[in-house]
């Protein structure tokens, strides 16, 4: 694999994903025995437990999302357990339907289209993600969707002025993951729904 600009940040994600489970993780065992030993309880503890099972939800995800793909398999428990940890909680519950695993690749530009679709549903709402003859649709239904033109101009390989800050790294990353998939990116937009297939 060359390193050029897109999969060098694929590598810089997956770098920062890898050396940060561990901790994170050693910090919910660490919680765990201190609340079987009876050692600390109450509101405090349920803070922290939560905050760090957010954190670990949160890097998993990204790690598919941001990190390094190629055609090694992706197990299905291994998405629906991502999703549904990330899903806890959280103002968007996300819904994974395929049945069988996938593609490395492919996980990535479902959950690079989910973070896209997160970024329409303000109030929350419910990301879909379904796959029939190799051909994905990405879901986003929620009580608003809104749209910047500009900025979903980029998904589809369009040309935008649209400003990336961190926060929206996903629309300049999910047309490259999908150029180097070999995938096009289109968009369906109503005012109930929002879907993207690939």
Known sequence: MGVDNAN??????????????????????????????????????????????????????????FGSAGDQQTPRAEVVSVL????????????????????????????????????????????????????????GEGRKVTVDDELWARVSGGSSNAEITPALVQFALLPEAAKEAGRTVRLELNLENISMQF
Not at 15 to 41: F, K, T, W, Y
Not at 87 to 104: A, D, F, V
Request: charged share 20%; net charge neutral.
């Open 8 to 65: 060098l940040a694929a590598l810089v994600g997956s770098r920062i994903c890898h050396d940060l489970i561990s901790p994170v993780g050693a910090i919910n065992n660490g919680l765990e025995l201190l609340g079987m030993a009876g050692s600390m309880s109450g509101p405090e503890l349920e803070l922290i437990s939560d905050s760090v099972a957010n954190a670990n939800a949160r890097i998993r995800f990204f790690r598919i999302a």
């Open 84 to 139: 549904e940890d990330v899903s806890k909680g959280g103002r968007i519950q996300y819904q994974w339907s395929p049945l069988e695993g996938c593609t490395r690749s492919e996980a990535r530009l479902a959950l690079l289209s989910a973070l896209c679709l997160e970024s329409a549903l303000p109030y929350g709402g419910t990301v879909k993600i379904f796959c029939a003859d190799g051909k994905w649709t990405v879901v």
